[in-house]
């Protein structure tokens, strides 16, 4: 759910992807800015304050866990759609099987929105744990190449690392929020104009009868 109260804006984000790709880890870094190595796998929700472009956000990090069972996801994956105003896709650069797996989420969280009726869904696809280059299975373009056909922003980043690609992460999703936020708007301008625009159409035509 979205609020916007002048300049504040509040954004809720679901990080989501196969197990251990770093979903933690890259939702703990933006966090504290720390890499504390293990996680566990429970399930999180975090509320934290930015500023983005001088202005202050308050982000509902939900850190979700995966499910292999493919009709429980696209279940849940109703739940978190209808929750979230942005998605934070993550696989490893080391696991093909993870990078699969974005692709399908990606299919399923699209679906979703049109189903729901949703105008927009930001995505953010994050290829992590750049530091192992020497495990990589996943190239870069492929990365990229599946972000530009599905319309989404592409980073690839070492969570373990480096805490700057992480926040750019986090960061250019808000930015991407708030646009569809304006886009949103600007389209509910439009559907009003044409609705009052047709509204005195049909008024002419029963006035002409
Ligand atoms: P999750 O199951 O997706 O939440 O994954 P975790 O955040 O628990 O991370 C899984 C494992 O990968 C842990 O052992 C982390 O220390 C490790 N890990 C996470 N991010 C990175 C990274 O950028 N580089 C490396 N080398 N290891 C990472
Ligand atoms: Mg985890």
Redesign the pocket.
């Known amino acids: 759910m979205t609020r916007l109260n002048g300049q504040r804006m509040d954004a809720n984000v679901v990080v989501l992807?196969?197990?251990?790709?770093?979903?933690?880890?890259?939702t703990v870094r933006f966090l504290t800015r720390r890499?504390i190595?293990?996680?566990?796998?429970i399930e999180s929700l975090y509320t934290h304050n930015v500023v983005v472009d001088g202005r202050e956000q308050t982000l509902n990090i939900w850190?979700a866990p995966y499910s292999q069972d493919l009709s429980f996801e696209s279940l849940m994956c109703e739940k978190r759609v209808q929750w979230a105003d942005g998605f934070v896709l993550?696989y490893s650069i080391c696991d093909r099987a993870s990078f699969n797996a974005v692709s399908r989420l990606i299919q399923t969280i699209k679906t979703t929105k049109d189903f729901l009726g949703l105008e927009k869904m930001p995505i953010v696809i994050v290829g992590?744990?750049?530091?192992?280059h020497h495990r990589r299975t996943v190239l870069s373009e492929e990365g990229r190449l599946l972000a530009l056909s599905a319309d989404c922003q592409f980073y690839e980043?070492?969570?373990?690392?480096n805490y700057h690609s992480v926040l750019m992460v986090f960061h250019g999703l808000v930015d991407r929020i708030r646009e569809s936020r304006v886009s949103v708007k600007k389209l509910a301008g439009i559907k009003g104009i044409v609705k009052s625009m047709s509204a005195v159409f049909a008024r002419r035509r029963t006035d002409s009868l």
Request: proline content about 0%; cysteine-free; aromatic content about 8%.
């Open positions: 992807g196969t197990d251990n790709v770093g979903k933690s880890a890259l890499f190595g293990e996680y566990g796998d850190d993550v992590n744990k750049r530091d192992l980043v070492s969570a373990a690392e």
